[in-house]
């Protein structure tokens, strides 16, 4: 081989080391939205513009995302076609669903059997609608990320879930979205909305800093992560600059169960109590280390909130 070719042959080599290295760098993360088919304010025009809004914003950033269904807002004591119609959406737009229990009880104030039995009558609905669509109810999520009050019914629950064939959905990267969300449904006009949604921008900027860097701390690298936000109008209108602040950031949008793949979400998670932590924290805490404190909304958008 000549030096002209022994030449080429070296940069071709070292393209393909470093498109490696580069694939190797890429982030990814999942989207999740809780508390379909959303949070509060069901009327019919909300219901259907948030969806919408939701949805258009997921397709036109070729997003694949998973909702968390409630399915005591779909009516009671039967499920109405109109609310069935919005999870409809969700499968229609290529998006999967799970189950977020029936009501939205916290674990740590519910005795287990009745937690149970919360899941049970949560996946009635979502499952026919999967099933018509030639999929499986496979995801669950814990209301308010708690996973129980003590460690022998996290496990004993964990078995429950197990045996009815669905995976616990994590979450990496928590925030206080609901508390911008909440401040957004209160605002007086469109300028404090805007001023609401556009701290909520920096907000999660400074979240994504958090988790970015405790997940290098703590694992030695950046797992695909996952998100978790609500069904409402705030993400209705800010979700699609939220994704372009995440590809500003340099992710890639995979599914739920891509993200699952990773060797991350093999660790061992022995957290209980109070508070609704990161699946990051979780870890942290289960090697003995203390919590670290995250990001908070800012004292106006709290008052605002409350009003």
């Given at each position: ?5 022994k ?9 393909l ?7 190797e760098?890429i ?40 909702g ?14 109109a ?6 959406q969700?499968?229609?737009?290529g998006?999967?669903?799970g ?9 740590y ?12 009558r ?6 026919k ?6 999929k ?8 308010y ?19 009815h064939?669905?995976?616990i959905a ?17 605002a ?11 701290d ?10 958090f ?5 290098r701390?703590?694992l ?20 699609g600059?939220?994704?372009?602040m ?38 942290r ?23």
């Amino acid at each position: 081989m000549n030096v002209y070719w022994k030449h080429w042959l070296f940069i071709l080599i070292y393209a393909l080391s470093m498109m490696g290295v580069a694939q190797e760098n890429i982030r990814q993360i999942a989207i999740t939205i809780d508390d379909l088919p959303l949070v509060r304010g069901r009327t019919a025009e909300r219901m259907q513009r948030i969806t919408k809004g939701l949805l258009d914003n997921l397709q036109q950033h070729k997003a694949p995302a998973i909702g968390f269904v409630n399915e005591r807002k779909l009516g009671e004591p039967e499920a109405q076609p109109a609310q069935l119609a919005l999870l409809q959406q969700w499968l229609d737009a290529g998006m999967d669903l799970g189950n977020h229990t029936y009501s939205h009880p916290s674990f740590y104030r519910t005795p287990l059997e009745e937690y149970q039995a919360e899941v049970l009558r949560g996946e009635k609905e979502t499952k026919k609608l999967l099933a018509a669509a030639g999929k499986e109810m496979r995801y669950f999520r814990h209301p308010y990320l708690n996973t129980g009050p003590e460690l022998a019914v996290k496990s004993a629950f964990e078995a429950f879930l197990k045996e009815h064939s669905y995976t616990i959905a994590p979450v990496t990267i928590d925030n206080e979205e609901w508390i911008y969300a909440q401040a957004y449904d209160k605002a007086n006009d469109d300028a404090e909305r805007q001023k609401v949604g556009e701290d909520y921008l920096r907000y999660m900027a400074e979240v994504f800093d958090f988790y970015e860097k405790l997940s290098r701390d703590l694992l030695g690298y950046e797992p695909p992560q996952i998100l978790l936000i609500h069904a409402n109008s705030l993400n209705a209108d800010y979700l699609g600059k939220l994704c372009e602040m995440m590809v500003e950031r340099g992710y890639q949008f995979v599914s739920l169960d891509a993200a699952l793949q990773d060797k991350a979400y093999q660790h061992e998670d022995n957290y209980v109590g109070r508070s609704g932590i990161s699946w990051l924290q979780r870890w942290r805490i289960t090697r003995g280390e203390e919590f670290l404190p995250e990001p908070t909304s800012p004292e106006w958008l709290k008052t605002l909130a409350r009003s």
